[in-house]
């Protein structure tokens, strides 16, 4: 259990350093964090509901802290360069999370062209149908990319560290809040980048 935590801080810690600088993206990260919180709840009673919430607020305000606002140059306080960073990316890096974003934006096309999935599912008779049907779609995607890339990192590395990383995916919402609930006052403050490293950087 002692090695089992201590790979979850060493995680949460490279992912915090590594690409959490902007106080922008921290601020995104707190939406974020709070959405998911709320599809949390929501998932017992509403899962196509849950599915919205987390696709539509949590997943995308998260992605777009890191893709539009967190530094990608050389990382002067880690001493690490952006392709190194992403080179040792335990979960999904940018790469990855374009393919998986990508599939998330064209699941609703796709089902609008081809409404029985080939077969799969009843197609959809009303607009409340179809999106009730997109929402189960994302549902299943979100659940298949964690039980993929955490199978994936079985391979790539060990159990554990897949373990770890499923178990850090499901708590960052909670641990995001507790990390990130003063990143919209340092950003008013007109602090860009947090400052616990913006001396660092200079």
Do not use: C
């Not at 992912?15 to 902007?22: E, K, V």
């Not at 998911?36 to 919205?52: E, G, N, Q, S």
């Not at 949590?58 to 992403?86: C, I, L, W």
């Not at 993929?148 to 708590?171: E, N, P, S, Y």
Request: glycine share 6%; no cysteine; hydrophobic share 45%.
């Amino acid at each position: 259990m002692n090695a089992f935590l201590q790979a979850l801080r060493t995680q949460r810690w490279d992912d915090h350093r590594y690409y959490h600088h902007s106080t922008i993206n921290q601020s995104l990260h707190l939406l974020s964090a709070s959405s998911f919180v709320l599809a949390y709840v929501l998932l017992f009673t509403d899962p196509v509901a849950a599915a919205l919430v987390a696709w539509l607020v949590g997943m995308t305000s998260r992605q777009a802290g890191h893709f539009f606002f967190e530094p990608k140059g050389y990382d002067q306080v880690n001493q690490a360069t952006h392709e190194h960073k992403e080179a040792i990316k335990v979960g999904y890096n940018l790469r990855r999370k374009v393919v998986l974003m990508s599939v998330w934006a064209l699941s609703p096309l796709m089902l609008w062209l081809q409404p029985d999935l080939f077969g799969w599912v009843e197609p959809a008779t009303t607009t409340e149908g179809f999106v009730q049907q997109v929402g189960m779609g994302w549902l299943l995607l979100g659940a298949g990319g964690l039980l993929f890339r955490t199978v994936h990192l079985f391979f790539l590395q060990d159990v554990m560290t897949g373990v770890v990383w499923a178990t850090k995916i499901f708590t960052d919402p909670f641990h995001d809040i507790h990390l990130y609930h003063r990143a919209p006052l340092h950003l008013m403050r007109g602090h860009l980048l947090d400052p616990a490293t913006e001396s660092l950087r200079r």
